[in-house]
């Protein structure tokens, strides 16, 4: 099957023209590629309102025309590509009306997960890109802009493509490690299925620091590390953290809190390391997060708050029965497996869904994890997380929605209990926040 890299040199090739179908944030990505801007020939959606109107997508205005007016657009060198989660309705739909010249259809998932494991494109997708993102992040911790960026990242893309293909470092974009499965919070949705652990626990300190140094003994670098769980609640969180400042193979370290919690005096010293990034996410609990924002900025701790989170419906454990093909589709168009990939109590998974999943005895798969050994060679290592890098499939996927189109976008931090209830304030901006301190301030 033709690859999005091959469709964009083609069309450009050939001059052929484009109409895009769909004006939602997948045609918003596809318009970030200057092949498709200029072959742009029209915008078309399904949505009235919308229809008759400019909208903007990748910084420019197009006007949207209604399916119907399709044929007025079509010769026989223009295409039409979907760029919705619904593209198998919209290419229905097309199937369904008539044209004097049959126009050719692609829809942009599809080409985005053509790519097979041993091409470079996987490569440059899977691995450069996201490793380059990554590292954007990691110098925006350590304030380094303008020219001395783009050296850097230019620096990084070269180190990270090596010589060729057969000598190029092991460079991985990020791994999530899941120290504990407590949490102080019962979210619906949750990505970590938290709510259902019976017992949650905490993995030894011990296990970790095993974990740590069989994985980086097979990688040459790992950009960032996120730490997941309720990482506050961790006892050992300090050992952790002192660890991942002193490995060299990776780069930059991410927390992600609830906000509810205060991480404990000798955590803050270690957070004022600018190799660390706290992620705080919003759901509304204004007075223990405004506490938790003026602890970070009185001791220029560096952090970012989301505010207007919306959750992808990951769906239950149970088995979708889904065919070879669907479950490669639904792997290869998933984030989580790009960069949640990472260990969980003596074992490497695929996505951190897996390793929750078999943490819970829902599923077990001979693909999806291995166990990393103090007797396997930092070579055996290596191959063994090649192996699960370099995969186009999961079986974790028959059992999870999350890559699946189109997507169920679910509320942020709704409690399964129901009764807390997202502030009207959550999303807040900066002036609010300065009234929330001074709030806190006031209360204590
Ligand atoms: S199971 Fe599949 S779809 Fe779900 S998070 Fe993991 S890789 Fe993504």
């Given at each position: 099957?033709?690859?999005?890299?091959?469709f964009?040199?083609?069309?450009?090739?050939?001059?052929?023209?484009?109409?895009?179908?769909?004006t939602?944030?997948?045609?918003?990505?596809?318009?970030?590629?200057r092949?498709?801007?200029?072959a742009?020939?029209?915008?078309?959606?399904?949505?009235?309102?919308?229809?008759?109107?400019?909208?903007?997508l990748?910084?420019?205005?197009y006007?949207?025309?209604?399916?119907?007016?399709?044929?007025?657009y079509?010769?026989?060198?223009t295409v039409?590509l979907?760029?919705?989660?619904?593209?198998?309705?919209?290419?229905?739909?097309?199937?369904?009306?008539?044209?004097?010249?049959?126009?050719?259809?692609?829809?942009?998932?599809?080409?985005?997960?053509?790519?097979?494991?041993?091409?470079?494109?996987?490569?440059?997708?899977?691995?450069?890109?996201?490793?380059?993102?990554?590292?954007?992040?990691?110098?925006?911790?350590?304030?380094?802009?303008?020219?001395e960026?783009?050296?850097?990242?230019?620096e990084?893309?070269?180190?990270?493509?090596g010589?060729?293909?057969?000598?190029?470092?092991?460079?991985?974009?990020?791994?999530?490690?899941?120290?504990?499965?407590?949490?102080?919070?019962?979210?619906?949705?949750?990505?970590?299925?938290?709510?259902?652990f019976?017992?949650?626990?905490d993995?030894e300190?011990?296990?970790?620091?095993?974990?740590?140094e069989?994985?980086?003994?097979?990688?040459?670098?790992c950009?960032?590390?996120?730490?997941?769980?309720?990482?506050?609640?961790?006892?050992?969180?300090k050992?952790i953290?002192?660890?991942?400042?002193?490995?060299?193979?990776?780069?930059g370290?991410?927390?992600?809190?609830?906000?509810?919690?205060?991480?404990?005096?000798?955590?803050?010293?270690?957070?004022?390391?600018p190799?660390?990034?706290?992620?705080i996410?919003?759901?509304?609990y204004?007075?223990?997060?405004?506490?938790?924002?003026q602890?970070?900025e009185?001791?220029?701790?560096?952090?970012?708050v989301?505010?207007?989170?919306?959750?992808?419906d990951?769906?239950?454990?149970?088995?979708?029965?889904?065919?070879?093909?669907?479950i490669?589709?639904?792997?290869?168009?998933?984030?989580?497996?790009?960069?949640?990939k990472?260990?969980?109590?003596?074992?490497?998974?695929?996505?951190?869904?897996?390793?929750?999943?078999?943490?819970?005895?829902?599923?077990q798969?001979?693909?999806?994890?291995?166990?990393?050994?103090?007797?396997?060679?930092p070579?055996?290592i290596?191959?063994?997380?090649?192996?699960i890098?370099y995969?186009?499939?999961?079986?974790?996927?028959?059992?999870?929605?999350?890559?699946a189109?189109?997507?169920?976008?679910?509320?942020?931090?709704?409690?399964?209990?129901?009764?807390?209830?997202?502030s009207?304030?959550?999303?807040?901006?900066?002036?609010?926040?300065?009234?929330?301190?001074?709030?806190?301030?006031?209360?204590?």
């Open positions: 099957m033709k690859t999005w890299k091959i964009l040199e083609e069309i450009e090739k050939q001059q052929t023209k484009v109409i895009c179908f769909g939602g944030l997948m045609a918003e990505e596809a318009l970030q590629y092949q498709i801007r200029q742009l020939v029209c915008v078309i959606d399904n949505d009235k309102r919308k229809q008759g109107r400019e909208t903007e990748g910084g420019q205005f006007p949207v025309a209604a399916p119907d007016d399709l044929p007025g079509l010769d026989g060198n039409i979907l760029a919705s989660g619904h593209y198998k309705e919209m290419r229905h739909q097309i199937g369904e009306m008539s044209f004097s010249v049959q126009p050719k259809v692609y829809a942009f998932p599809e080409l985005q997960t053509a790519y097979s494991a041993d091409s470079e494109e996987f490569f440059e997708e899977r691995f450069l890109k996201e490793c380059l993102k990554e590292y954007e992040i990691v110098l925006e911790q350590y304030h380094i802009n303008g020219k960026k783009a050296q850097k990242i230019q990084k893309e070269l180190f990270i493509r010589k060729n293909k057969y000598s190029r470092p092991f460079v991985v974009p990020r791994i999530m490690i899941m120290p504990t499965t407590r949490c102080n919070m019962r979210c619906r949705g949750c990505s970590s299925l938290l709510p259902l019976a017992n949650p626990s993995v300190i011990g296990q970790v620091l095993k974990d740590f069989l994985f980086f003994s097979g990688i040459d670098e950009i960032r590390i996120t730490v997941g769980g309720e990482p506050f609640l961790y006892p050992d969180l050992e953290l002192e660890y991942l400042l002193r490995q060299e193979k990776v780069l370290i991410m927390l992600i809190t609830n906000s509810t919690l205060l991480p404990k005096p000798e955590i803050i010293e270690l957070l004022k390391n190799k660390i990034l706290l992620e996410s919003d759901y509304g204004l007075e223990k997060m405004g506490r938790l924002i602890l970070l009185e001791n220029s701790i560096c952090f970012k989301l505010t207007d989170q919306a959750w992808t990951m769906g239950g454990v149970e088995c979708r029965g889904r065919t070879e093909e669907e490669r589709f639904q792997y290869l168009n998933c984030d989580q497996g790009k960069v949640i990472g260990f969980h109590n003596g074992k490497f998974h695929t996505c951190a869904r897996s390793a929750r999943m078999l943490a819970l005895g829902a599923y798969s001979e693909h999806d994890y291995f166990e990393l050994r103090q007797e396997d060679s070579e055996q290596r191959e063994k997380l090649r192996k890098f995969s186009e499939s999961a079986d974790a996927c028959n059992y999870c929605d999350l890559g189109l189109p997507a169920t976008v679910i509320e942020a931090g709704i409690q399964m209990q129901g009764g807390k209830k997202k009207r304030y959550t999303i807040v901006d900066r002036q609010e926040y300065e009234e929330l301190k001074r709030l806190a301030k006031t209360r204590r």
